[in-house]
């Protein structure tokens, strides 16, 4: 087989994996929600509520119905790309609770993915560079700190110590209350004020991004950092890495030019998935700095028991998560043709 048809067929098998994980993910959502304890007719009308009450609404919500005739309803909501509509939020459509909260969780994603990524790199690579010497222990020790720590305990400490004690930081907010939020397309205020040209307001985003955003970016370098450590160590030992230096080239320009890039190449892998993850599974940054996002609403609905507000975030990020899963594949596939064989 050929490098085209093999790159072709690699591809087509993985496109044909996203309905079926789709899917599946789908159904699991469901069937958890309904197996989870707790009624949404008593979050929205009370427990005190009179049962004849409660039947009338749970009769016009459908949740009388058989579970397999919910489900098929589900599923063809579905396929009509119609996540529903909240049975908590006075009929708030769920795509517009999506366009609303979401642009609040991908600029805290992208700004906790480029700290982690720029402080996760550098620690590796010094690390890397200067084996079995302090620099090497102390990033090993910072890889392990860091993976380990538990976020929402930094979370409160950072917010305590940064916004409470020292006044540093604003909490709670992506922009101050007395002020004009950025306008535009996106959302993202960091990006629309740079649009606008309004240097002012960018400031004052990146401002009230830092402290969650530099929080989870450094927690999250500690991955990257082991990655980059271990497969640069590797590299450094190639053969051509030996021919370089015989050559009389420097070992910085070895270690940036020659040794770092392929280092860098299962951090791809890596990166696509943390990112996904981030979008999909922010639920403990957002609701631990009490940021706007859609996790944070997730978590509200979870609460209060709003099937279709769950159902609708949940699928939504999961098909971000398998379309970046897809992607990543994809790219490795291209890189690295051993994949595709």
């Not at 830092?210 to 590797?234: A, D, W």
Request: hydrophobic share 50%; proline share 5%.
């Amino acid at each position: 087989m050929s490098r085209s048809k093999s790159l072709q067929y690699y591809i087509l098998v993985r496109l044909m994996l996203v309905p079926l994980m789709l899917l599946t993910i789908t159904t699991v959502v469901f069937l958890l929600l309904r197996a989870t304890p707790g009624d949404p007719v008593d979050a929205v009308l009370g427990v005190r509520a009179p049962e004849s009450v409660k039947q009338e609404y749970r009769q016009r919500l459908g949740l009388l119905d058989p579970l397999w005739l919910q489900y098929v309803r589900y599923l063809g909501s579905l396929l009509r790309l119609d996540l529903g509509t909240s049975i908590t939020s006075q009929g708030e459509v769920v795509w517009d609770t999506i366009k609303q909260y979401f642009p609040a969780t991908v600029e805290l994603a992208v700004f906790s993915m480029a700290t982690a990524l720029i402080v996760g790199i550098t620690v590796g690579a010094i690390s890397a560079s200067r084996p079995n010497s302090w620099l090497d222990v102390g990033g090993r020790l910072f890889g392990i700190i860091t993976y380990a720590l538990p976020l929402f305990w930094v979370g409160m400490l950072v917010q305590l110590v940064f916004s409470v004690q020292l006044g540093w930081f604003p909490l709670g907010s992506r922009f101050p209350a007395s002020a004009a939020t950025p306008v535009g397309f996106t959302g993202l205020y960091t990006v629309d004020s740079l649009v606008n040209g309004d240097l002012g307001s960018f400031f004052t985003a990146l401002y009230y991004l830092c402290l969650p955003s530099l929080t989870l970016g450094v927690l999250l370098s500690g991955i990257f950092e082991r990655i980059v450590r271990v497969n640069l160590k590797q590299t450094l030992r190639a053969d051509y890495v030996e021919a370089a230096r015989a050559r009389g080239i420097s070992e910085r320009q070895i270690l940036i030019a020659h040794a770092l890039k392929n280092a860098l190449i299962p951090v791809v892998t890596i990166l696509g998935l943390t990112f996904a993850s981030l979008l999909g599974g922010a639920v403990l940054t957002e609701v631990t700095f009490s940021w706007p996002g859609l996790a944070n609403r997730l978590y509200e609905a979870i609460s209060l028991r709003d099937y279709p507000t769950v159902q609708g975030i949940l699928v939504f990020f999961a098909t971000i998560v398998v379309l970046a899963s897809i992607a990543i594949d994809i790219l490795n596939a291209y890189i690295d043709p051993r994949i595709r064989y």
